[in-house]
């Protein structure tokens, strides 16, 4: 049995999964939503320097769970890729969809030369919090009326600090088993990070004719992919 461990990017949390868990359940796996600290249902906790990193191992490790898929989407690729080599032979693959990749020494705002200026000053305008997008800011991704609905009432504001701390890496991440999935519409090509991951032997590309949210948008089609990656059929 896969333990598939999902976690969601900035201002969300474990509810941003419900309609990619049947998929995945039907198939006979374990599946692990996480809410990560200071989001969503854990708004009161605190985050920190390499709170979220810690978050997801502690999600694999306190239950002790095995054969694990860690799916990281959008900032969650940052402490999933962090968190991946930190619970050795648990790993079975890492699954990055449309998401960041971390690079030691560097954070999530680190990969926005352009942006980054305004996520800090938007941090520093609330409170130490990232606000959530208003919905211009998520028009052509494949979201319907009703999708984006919930999508923008499920969120909440996303804690700042865990956005500028640096990645920690204790190895090459392009040694990591892992399977990138690249939403389309949102951008068509990968960005040049994670295209000289692609170049090595043990990443793999697969693409979604969607937007950046497609655990929303496509959640049974994200759940089919999800089950390829992890070497298992969905079931028919």
Not at 114 to 132: H, L, M, Y
Not at 212 to 224: I, N
Request: aromatic share 6%; with cysteine.
């Amino acid at each position: 049995m896969t333990q598939f461990v999902l976690v969601a990017g900035a201002w969300l949390g474990s509810w941003a999964w419900r309609d990619v868990e049947p998929g995945l359940r039907a198939a006979g796996h374990g599946v692990h939503p996480l809410t990560l600290s200071g989001l969503a249902d854990r708004q009161d906790a605190a985050a920190g320097r390499q709170t979220h990193v810690q978050d997801i191992v502690d999600a694999v490790e306190c239950p002790d769970l095995r054969d694990v898929v860690l799916v990281g989407h959008s900032y969650a690729g940052i402490p999933v890729g962090q968190a991946a080599e930190r619970i050795g032979d648990r790993l079975a693959r890492v699954v990055f969809v449309d998401s960041n990749v971390p690079a030691d020494g560097e954070s999530f705002v680190s990969g926005w030369p352009d942006g980054r200026a305004g996520v800090e000053a938007a941090i520093a305008a609330n409170g130490g919090f990232w606000p959530p997008p208003a919905a211009a800011d998520c028009a052509d991704q494949g979201l319907t009326e009703d999708q984006l609905a919930r999508f923008l009432g499920g969120t909440t504001p996303h804690p700042g600090a865990t956005l500028t701390d640096p990645a920690v890496l204790a190895r090459p991440l392009g040694l990591l088993p892992a399977t990138y999935v690249k939403c389309l519409l949102d951008w068509p090509e990968p960005s040049p990070e994670v295209a000289e991951l692609l170049a090595g032997e043990r990443w793999r590309l697969v693409t979604m004719d969607t937007g950046h949210w497609p655990m929303f948008s496509q959640p049974a089609e994200l759940a089919r992919i999800l089950l390829d990656a992890a070497g298992t059929d969905a079931p028919r």
